[in-house]
């Protein structure tokens, strides 16, 4: 064959129906895994829970991407291979198909009696008036008809493959508006404290994921602030704790110097601002603390937010950093419960609900020394960097504070007062152009399968010749894709009249005679 042989036998097998069934099919079973684990995209916080809980388990499916699969290359392999294939598959289809819309129906065969679909009658018209008769009657059904001499040949139906080239057309539109969104898209994460705010800008993002064409001064200049945070939860039934709602009242300003306007941001109610949405997708808590140094001055006096190790009562860890402490800076790794109760066996603190019914923080550590923040090197918020600090020892019973206790450090290090909470919200801005492309391709697609699947591909012949009793014998045949219909006993009967003799049969069984190309 050589290599051009081989080239074009490939790019045939890629561009066959069938391939792109078995590609689409296999598209369906990539997606599978996005729905049965955590995504980062959407939910890193739980993504962190995996690899706490099953870190050997967490470590393989990280190196399948199995946590972003969406982004994987496997996926995209089998995304473009399917892009491609339809392409290759639809656009001369599509071509094919308005070449045969506008070509005349075929003639009709030498022997309609071998069709699926056969009639035949006598009538006292001539040949020409049945034949005129017939085109009539088949234009009123909109047939398209073309009378060639002692014959009509009608066709309709082309819906039915339009139909069916539309749900694949659609399909290439729909692979189309999802690579439009990952190029010019993008995905930011953080977490929003009550009465704190934030500017559309990569700075605010905790997690930022672009496109691969969009560039950081492209995001819409908009401004979000969190006015209050309500969250409510069952307090009876075998449903105790489950979350009931919860809400965020929102100020915003399209762009910098705009009007201020207010909206409840709820799940599944975003904010649509300037072409992004703004999501809720979770919340947590936000202790606040005083840090008082060993100079006396007040180093810390803020919110801070912890990350929930259960999604269940909300228990909470956090670190909390003070590099404004003198003359040595202070770090605190605490826990903390929304609900602070005895364990079953009574030896441990956990949290039995997770409203804020009783608030407690317990600190598990507390540093002092060098926090080591001024190396250049970025920290993360959760971890406190040990590496130049000293642990302070702590006395057992001032470890567990409620609001408004204080924990004073020994050697007069300083002091850590636990002043309240607040909440925040789990917020994901989104941009995808091709949101509503995407939209359109998939209803349009639902419309093209209905009407290929409800739309038969038609023909019927109408024949007419002298008898030899002086009376014209009218010969009708018919051929329909898929399931015969009763169309063409309706059309028999119409053509014909009540006063003429004749016979009307219909042969399912019979084998039909070629009559030009029908597709499927």
Same mark, same amino acid.
């Given at each position: @064959?050589?290599?051009?042989?081989?080239?074009?036998?490939?790019?045939?097998?890629?561009?066959? @129906?069938?391939?792109?069934?078995?590609l %689409?099919?296999?598209?369906?079973?990539?997606?599978?895994?996005? $729905?049965?684990?955590?995504?980062?995209?959407?939910?890193?916080?739980?993504?962190?829970?995996?690899?706490?809980?099953?870190?050997? !388990?967490?470590?393989?499916?990280?190196?399948?991407?199995?946590?972003?699969?969406?982004?994987?290359?496997?996926?995209?392999?089998?995304?473009? !291979? %399917?892009?491609?294939?339809?392409?290759?598959?639809?656009?001369?289809r599509?071509?094919q198909?308005?070449?045969?819309?506008?070509?005349?129906?075929?003639?009709?065969?030498? &022997?309609?009696?071998r069709?699926?679909?056969?009639?035949e009658?006598?009538?006292?018209a001539?040949?020409?008036?049945?034949?005129?008769?017939?085109?009539?009657?088949? &234009?009123?059904?909109?047939?398209?008809?073309?009378?060639?001499?002692?014959?009509?040949?009608?066709?309709?139906?082309?819906?039915?493959?339009a139909?069916?080239?539309?749900?694949?057309?659609?399909?290439?539109?729909?692979?189309?508006? +999802?690579g439009?969104?990952?190029?010019?898209?993008?995905?930011g994460? %953080?977490l929003?404290?009550?009465?704190?705010g934030?500017?559309?800008?990569?700075? *605010?993002?905790?997690?930022?994921?672009?496109?691969?064409?969009?560039?950081?001064?492209?995001?819409?200049?908009?401004?979000?602030?969190?006015?209050?945070?309500?969250?409510? =939860?069952i307090?009876?039934?075998?449903?105790?704790?489950?979350?009931?709602?919860?809400?965020?009242?929102?100020?915003?300003?399209?762009?910098?110097?705009?009007a201020?306007? &207010?909206?409840?941001?709820?799940?599944?109610?975003? %904010?649509?601002?300037?072409?992004?949405?703004?999501?809720?997708?979770?919340?947590?808590?936000?202790?606040?603390?005083?840090?008082?140094?060993? /100079?006396?001055?007040?180093?810390?006096?803020?919110?801070?937010?912890?990350?929930?190790?259960?999604?269940?009562? !909300?228990?909470?860890?956090?670190?909390?950093?003070?590099?404004?402490?003198?003359?040595?800076?202070?770090?605190?790794? @605490? @826990?903390?419960?929304?609900?602070?109760?005895? $364990?079953?066996?009574g030896?441990?603190?956990?949290?039995?609900?997770?409203?804020?019914?009783?608030?407690?923080?317990?600190?598990?550590?507390? =540093?002092?020394?060098?926090?080591?923040?001024?190396?250049?090197?970025a920290?993360?918020?959760?971890?406190?960097?040990?590496?130049?600090?000293?642990?302070?020892?702590?006395?057992?019973?001032?470890?567990?504070?409620?609001?408004?206790?204080?924990?004073?450090?020994?050697?007069?290090?300083?002091?850590? /007062? *636990?002043?309240?909470?607040?909440?925040?919200?789990?917020l994901?801005?989104?941009?995808?152009?091709?949101?509503?492309?995407?939209?359109?391709?998939?209803?349009?697609?639902?419309?093209?399968?209905v009407?290929? =699947?409800?739309?038969?591909?038609?023909?019927?012949?109408?024949?007419?010749?002298?008898?030899?009793?002086?009376?014209?014998?009218?010969?009708?045949?018919?051929l329909?894709?898929?399931?015969?219909?009763?169309? =063409?006993?309706?059309?028999?009967?119409?053509? &014909?009249?009540?006063?003429?003799?004749?016979?009307?049969?219909?042969s399912?069984?019979?084998e039909?005679?070629?009559?030009?190309p +029908?597709?499927?």
């Open positions: @064959m050589g290599v051009t042989g081989w080239l074009r036998w490939g790019w045939r097998q890629l561009t066959s @129906m069938r391939t792109a069934l078995v %689409l099919f296999l598209v369906a079973l990539a997606s599978v895994p996005g $729905s049965i684990f955590p995504q980062r995209g959407m939910s890193p916080e739980k993504v962190n829970e995996y690899f706490e809980n099953s870190p050997e !388990l967490a470590k393989w499916l990280d190196r399948l991407s199995l946590f972003d699969v969406f982004a994987a290359p496997w996926f995209a392999a089998v995304y473009l !291979l %399917l892009f491609t294939s339809l392409a290759g598959c639809v656009v001369p599509a071509w198909l308005y070449g045969h819309v506008r070509a005349r129906p075929p003639k009709a065969p030498q &022997r309609l009696g069709l699926p679909q056969h009639g009658f006598t009538t006292s001539t040949p020409d008036e049945a034949v005129e008769a017939a085109r009539k009657v088949l &234009r009123a059904r909109r047939f398209r008809t073309v009378v060639d001499g002692d014959s009509v040949a009608s066709e309709k139906g082309y819906l039915g493959e139909g069916n080239l539309l749900f694949h057309l659609a399909m290439l539109a729909l692979l189309c508006a +999802i439009l969104g990952s190029l010019f898209g993008y995905r994460n %953080l929003l404290t009550e009465g704190t934030f500017s559309n800008s990569v700075a *605010f993002y905790d997690e930022y994921k672009p496109g691969h064409l969009v560039d950081p001064e492209d995001l819409a200049p908009f401004q979000v602030t969190l006015d209050d945070f309500k969250a409510e =939860f307090t009876s039934g075998p449903q105790t704790g489950q979350p009931s709602g919860f809400w965020g009242d929102l100020t915003y300003r399209e762009k910098p110097g705009a201020e306007k &207010r909206y409840t941001l709820r799940v599944n109610h975003p %904010l649509d601002v300037d072409g992004a949405k703004v999501y809720l997708l979770g919340h947590g808590y936000a202790p606040t603390f005083k840090v008082t140094d060993a /100079e006396g001055n007040v180093a810390f006096n803020d919110a801070v937010q912890f990350i929930p190790r259960e999604t269940g009562n !909300l228990t909470s860890e956090g670190v909390l950093k003070t590099p404004d402490a003198r003359p040595e800076q202070l770090a605190f790794q @605490m @826990m903390f419960w929304p609900t602070a109760g005895a $364990s079953r066996d030896v441990a603190i956990v949290s039995t609900f997770p409203g804020p019914l009783n608030p407690t923080v317990a600190v598990m550590a507390a =540093f002092k020394g060098d926090l080591n923040m001024d190396n250049g090197n920290q993360s918020v959760y971890e406190i960097d040990s590496t130049k600090l000293e642990m302070v020892k702590l006395p057992e019973e001032a470890k567990v504070l409620k609001v408004g206790d204080k924990l004073e450090l020994p050697g007069g290090a300083g002091t850590l /007062e *636990f002043t309240g909470f607040k909440e925040y919200g789990a994901t801005v989104t941009y995808d152009p091709g949101r509503v492309p995407a939209l359109v391709a998939g209803a349009l697609a639902v419309l093209g399968l009407g290929s =699947f409800m739309v038969r591909r038609r023909r019927v012949w109408v024949r007419a010749r002298a008898g030899d009793d002086g009376r014209t014998v009218v010969e009708v045949g018919g329909t894709l898929g399931a015969a219909t009763a169309e =063409f006993d309706e059309i028999l009967t119409e053509l &014909r009249p009540d006063d003429d003799e004749g016979r009307a049969e219909r399912d069984d019979s039909p005679v070629p009559t030009g +029908i597709k499927e």
